[in-house]
């Protein structure tokens, strides 16, 4: 794994045993929770404290660890180990099945790179364009597949383009000059003489004749490919956030609001579309502006045979791809179709065709997703030859592509959620957090919002929301804010890992590169987190608002804080009586 490479290099290879000592003496010294406490609430918070730790130092693989529960929770006994291994294949973890999939069966059949050069290729080829191009189709393909795919490959189509024009610079060179010195005819007007002369000048004084040397510089090749491969990273990281199967920590959240809140309806794929993918856009155009300052500059032009180079080397690879088979429409078309039946499955502003059926309600998207999955494998990719051709994509390949240890992870989260409500728990930390009623909820939102943006740099981001998700809902009911209000945007700005290379896999893969260092990374992410957080911040704040109502508290978390204050009451009488 690329994120365990960078850990490697960060630490010393003979301080690898600390790995060792973190398993074992995490679990030891967290003990007294369980032998002195002695308490559901205890027990549940020592299985999660081990696992926190553990998904932030990473002494075990990150889906092992997502484990834990299934021997700990029933040993201890929070849950029974069916009622522990129940949520790891959850509905909303089959959605996730569904999408994997037909991600990997567009992987499969090359239309994402199709789709990604045909864009290249239509918005243009100057420097700012390449690179708004590059991040466009790295931010719309993010929404549908995973980032760390879309990073893959967009990476090479980057190196590619930048190995072209680094000839092209050569070759230009070479041209303009064998030694050190450049031969130019000096025009008639400039000088007394009245026959024209040659002049020899030194070559660092050339300036390109379409260029003015008062406002315009040449590319510095390095840092241009520097900017163009933190462009797809970044976009790659906003670009999960705009749909519901964009990213882990989207899903999370849905399974959560699921679980915790079933009469809830509010948080469909229709209304995170419709919050979020105005924000992914507006935080893709300002990554562009960032890095348009702080690397390729205000100033810095590409001629004309270098935009035709970019050209070239993008046509030439969209040419190798051939023309557009019956495999791609068949992928594209299922594709469609499935994002159909997720965005009117409930909309909300009209019926959706869940009505239509008998058990309308119970319909969740799961079942659209795992029904064009099986067409995937029923329908030939070449219809010709029906008897011989492969299906859209085979079961190998399926195996091969969808990343299964994330699945282990979103179990783990759903099982930690309903731990932590079974335990007890929960109820305690909503009874801890009450103070908090005398802070503006906006206050409470910023605090939240910073301080999970900064722990998802360190942490993975599927991790930190399994983590946080429960504690931020019960502190939300317990001061009586709509808990999406809070659970939304914090769900959101785990993504937004833009400052270290082990922050998410996009980042390892850019700078593992080896054009790339933490100091690059940071000089442009630093500026970004901020201003990123603080733009979910103002739509949460204004679009959010209006599309969940958050000024009133739903009925179907007012259940829940009436079971709360009857548990905190509950202990506040069992402690009296004690005493």
């Known amino acids: 794994m690329v994120k365990n490479i960078i850990f490697a290099r960060m630490f010393d290879r003979k301080a690898v045993p600390w790995r060792t000592l973190v398993l074992i003496i995490v679990p030891l010294a967290l003990l007294p929770l369980v032998l002195c406490i002695e308490t559901k609430e205890s027990k549940c918070g020592y299985v999660i404290s081990i696992m926190a730790i553990y998904f932030m130092t990473e002494p075990l693989p990150l889906a092992v660890t997502a484990l834990i529960p299934v021997v700990l929770f029933p040993l201890l006994g929070v849950l029974t180990t069916a009622e522990t291994c129940t949520p790891y294949m959850k509905d909303t973890i089959m959605m996730y099945v569904g999408g994997l999939?037909?991600?990997?069966?567009?992987?499969?059949?090359?239309?994402?790179?199709?789709?990604?050069?045909?864009?290249?290729?239509?918005?243009?080829?100057?420097?700012?364009?390449?690179?708004?191009?590059?991040?466009?189709?790295?931010?719309?393909?993010?929404?549908?597949?995973s980032n760390t795919a879309t990073t893959a490959m967009m990476v090479p189509i980057v190196e590619a383009v930048m190995d072209e024009l680094r000839k092209h610079a050569e070759n230009e060179k070479c041209f303009r000059s064998k030694d050190e010195n450049v031969v130019l005819n000096i025009p008639t007007q400039n000088r007394k003489e009245s026959v024209n002369t040659i002049a020899i000048i030194p070559n660092t004084l050339v300036q390109s004749s379409e260029d003015s040397p008062t406002n315009r510089k040449e590319i510095n090749y390095k840092t241009l490919n520097k900017a163009l491969l933190l462009s797809v990273a970044y976009a790659a990281n906003c670009g999960g956030t705009g749909s519901l199967i964009g990213s882990g920590p989207n899903l999370v959240l849905k399974g959560f609001m699921e679980d915790t809140y079933p009469k809830s309806i509010e948080l469909t794929f229709a209304s995170w579309l419709f919050y979020n993918a105005p924000a992914m856009i507006v935080c893709v155009i300002l990554s562009w502006i960032i890095l348009q300052i702080m690397f390729v500059g205000c100033c810095t032009t590409t001629d004309k045979d270098a935009q035709n180079v970019i050209k070239n080397v993008i046509q030439k690879s969209y040419k190798e791809l051939g023309s557009i088979s019956f495999h791609e429409i068949a992928v594209l078309s299922l594709f469609t179709i499935l994002v159909f039946l997720w965005f009117l499955r409930e909309p909300q502003f009209i019926t959706g065709w869940s009505s239509l059926f008998p058990y309308g309600s119970g319909i969740r998207d799961a079942t659209p997703a795992i029904a064009v999955c099986l067409f995937l494998f029923v329908i030939p990719a070449k219809p010709s030859s029906m008897k011989t051709s492969p299906s859209l994509l085979d079961w190998k390949t399926a195996q091969k592509k969808i990343p299964w240890g994330i699945l282990l992870l979103l179990g783990s989260g759903f099982t930690v959620a309903e731990a932590s409500k079974k335990s007890g728990l929960s109820t305690w930390l909503g009874s801890q957090l009450i103070y908090l009623r005398s802070l503006s909820p906006q206050v409470v939102l910023l605090i939240l919002v910073f301080v999970t943006s900064a722990l998802t740099e360190i942490v993975s981001n599927m991790s930190i929301t399994t983590i946080v998700l429960p504690v931020i809902n019960e502190m939300a009911v317990a001061i009586s804010i709509h808990p999406l209000y809070f659970l939304l945007p914090v769900t959101i700005v785990c993504s937004f890992a833009f400052m270290l290379p082990v922050g998410n896999p996009s980042n390892a893969i850019i700078f593992d590169s080896g054009a790339m260092t933490s100091f690059d990374m940071m000089k442009a992410g630093v500026l970004l987190k901020f201003l990123c957080c603080a733009i979910e911040f103002a739509f949460i704040n204004t679009l959010g608002s209006y599309l969940f109502y958050f000024d009133t508290f739903p009925s179907w978390a007012n259940e829940t804080r009436s079971s709360i204050y009857f548990s905190m009451s509950t202990l506040t009488n069992s402690t009296s009586s004690l005493s």
């Open 101 to 145: 999939t037909i991600a990997a069966a567009v992987e499969h059949c090359n239309l994402h790179k199709r789709i990604a050069l045909k864009v290249l290729l239509t918005i243009g080829t100057g420097v700012r364009w390449l690179m708004l191009g590059f991040m466009i189709t790295t931010m719309f393909l993010s929404m549908w597949i």
